[in-house]
């Protein structure tokens, strides 16, 4: 047991069945060889909020709106005009993967120094209008909590995200104390130019692997870090397979589930993501499941990190 | 500067240009930003040794063995004939590609934790039969110290190797106090299988991406560590762009390259991998480009590790 009061630890979580279950599973953990103390968090809906759209969708649109401003033609592809239009229906029309190509492309050729200059000066402005917040204070307080106390315990701490795992790197330090190499997420591939000894690397249109959703953050969980998690945190129903993963093996072990039932602090909607659609709710799975599940309505005392 | 005496770092190093060109560059790294202080070395040939045969080579021969010892049929597959028999010529004529596919065939299907209870049943058994010392302790000793050296300046090291990354995992930690996440080899695709809502996953023989060897290092430091070194340790050709990139940077960086140049405590061979044969001795790209090369006959004044 912890020799802390269980006060001090997880503040902005409210007394009660779910944070008991997470300082059960903490002081369980301690326990664990170090080795085996690792922990998987979804990025969008469970580190930080992902409605109305992704981050990494509101980035990109500004890389296109600024490449328009300096070459109008370019708003003209069916994809970007789609896209600024802001035609929800040709947008799902042409579908993500082809709209997830040509917002790629309009980064293709550039170097991951470039790239990540790119997103930090995005995330250095933009706001989330519906929040009136910035969007980089859009990271839930109780999970910025809860990467603490398993730092505390010496747990290596991974991202595991459907989104370009460049884009998260590029903000998973600033944000959550995570370094490049535990980001898991959607990888491009680069291409490597050597023509006379000094190799230089630009970015790719090609995916390495495929999309990082439902098994196949398993795979990449195993490939990327090489070890089992004993702590797995989601929201949506491509998020299921690593819960399952984490719980599966021996020893303790918790998953995690974010439930968005709060519309008046943050949104309320299925915790499900829209392009993987299952037929059973992800909640009604984790009951099912003995899943903790998470009500942001009910389980947290703040929810969205401090301004500034 | 460091405060400590040079005497009391690295002191398996002799004293000498090559020493001295080491504790400069960790001095002048001690100034930079501890994001951008990553180091990757190469494994075989680098931390320990690799010859007469890779340690991997040896590994799934010994599982080859156990598995005609029980189901002898196994060798009389044409590869495997080949590897038994010793028969050089027969092994050089499939091919590394074919030999290698049919030596990884032979942990198809089973889960990355027995095939790391595999590896390690073996390392704790393995012994060099030339150098008379078990195989774990042909690790080099001045390596070890610098990797302390560069732990202590909180660099990030990783083991950026052309053997699978799954076998060096299994070992790295042990061996070089890596953790799994900071290995970049050649890595396998799993299998995910989720019948029943509990996912399993199993080495598969398909190859995710290409045999990290060349610029293909580059490449894979970049997907998997997402920041660029700034030393580069290896001692073959097909460490080359791996070692040009990490200089290639802004501010202090080091490529350092081991000459195997000692036939009386280790061996002496051209320092360029067999199957990556460039026109030029990597000897003479080092010295041309002004990398330090690092003499094992003259500036070590031990070579392996300790036994035990």
Known sequence: MSTREPGSRLPSWRPGATRDAVLHFLDEAAAVPVAHRVACFDNDGTLWCERPTYVQLDFFL??????????????????FAAL?????????????PRIGSALTGLCAGISP???????????????HAGLDRPTRATTYQPMLELLDELRSLDFTISVVTGGG??????????????????????????????PDGSPSLVRSTRLFGE????????????????RRPILGV??????????????GGVGPSLALLVEHDDAEREFSYAGKAETFA?????????????????SMAQDWETVFAPLG
């Open 234 to 247: 989601g929201n949506s129903a491509g998020d299921r397979q690593m819960l399952a993963w984490a719980t």
């Open 211 to 226: 999309v990082n959703e439902g098994a196949a953050k398993v795979g990449n969980i195993q490939t990327q870090l090489g």
């Open 62 to 79: 500004d890389v296109l709106r600024q490449r328009v401003a300096r070459d109008p033609g370019v708003a003209r592809g069916e994809e």
């Open 113 to 127: 120094e470039e790239f990540t200059s790119l997103v930090r000066d995005f995330m250095g402005r933009a706001r």
């Open 278 to 294: 299952e037929t059973e709710p992800i909640t009604d799975v984790a009951r099912r499941l003995g899943w903790t599940v998470v």
């Open 165 to 194: 795992t460049e884009f998260v790197r590029a903000v998973s330090d600033d944000l959550y104390g995570v370094p490049p190499e535990l980001v898991v997420g959607t990888l491009l591939q680069y291409d490597v130019d050597d």
């Open 84 to 96: 600024l239009s802001g035609d929800r229906a040709a947008v799902d029309a042409l579908g993500l």
